[in-house]
Structures are given as structure tokens and as C-alpha cells.
């Protein structure tokens, strides 16, 4: 059997000073087993430093993460506003109101 762990949101949420320690510890423990891990974050990585409170520690959990990760970009309005996009012949406004 095939397990993931999903950390959404990253970086959404402010963390205390620990968050770092213990993402650390999830994600070598992934690493180490060779276990795969999806992140979605609206924050650039170099942010990361400063969303967890300790730059060397994101820079090690970030080393695990993109060595063998893929880093997909998507742009665009969200997935999760999709259902308020206007029909034909309707403005923002008439949705929203």
C-alpha cells in the first residue's frame, strides 16, 4: 500500500516557533523512507525561512523535499472560486450580489 502526506496551505496559517522541528521531522522521515509528500503553499520558498521562524531548518527541510521533488507553478484564478465565474452576458457584480 501506497500512503501519501499532504500538507496544504503552507505558510497560510501563522506557526509557532516549533512548526519547524516538527515538519522537519515528518519530512525526513519521508524522505528517508523514500515516501512521497505533496505541499501547496501561496508562498514563495524563500519565504519559507520566515513562515516557519527558522531559515536553516526550511533550507533543510526544502533540500528534502526538492531533491527529489517537482515544483508545479500553477496560475490562474482558484480552484476553489471556480464556481462563482460569470455566465455569458453576466458582470461580477450580478453574481456576487
Known sequence: ???????DEVGYLAHGPDAANVLFHVVNERHRRRRS????????LELWGRV??????????LDRILERGRIVTLEG?????????????????????
Not at 37 to 44: A, D, G, S
Not at 52 to 61: F, G, K, N, S, T
Open 1 to 7: 500500500m501506497l500512503s501519501s502526506t499532504y500538507c
Open 37 to 44: 509528500m505533496v505541499f501547496t503553499t501561496n508562498k514563495p
Open 52 to 61: 516557519l521562524h527558522d531559515p536553516d531548518l526550511a533550507e533543510a527541510i
Open 77 to 97: 484564478p482558484s480552484m476553489r472560486t471556480r464556481h462563482l465565474d460569470p455566465g455569458p452576458g453576466q458582470s461580477d457584480q450580478e453574481t456576487t450580489s
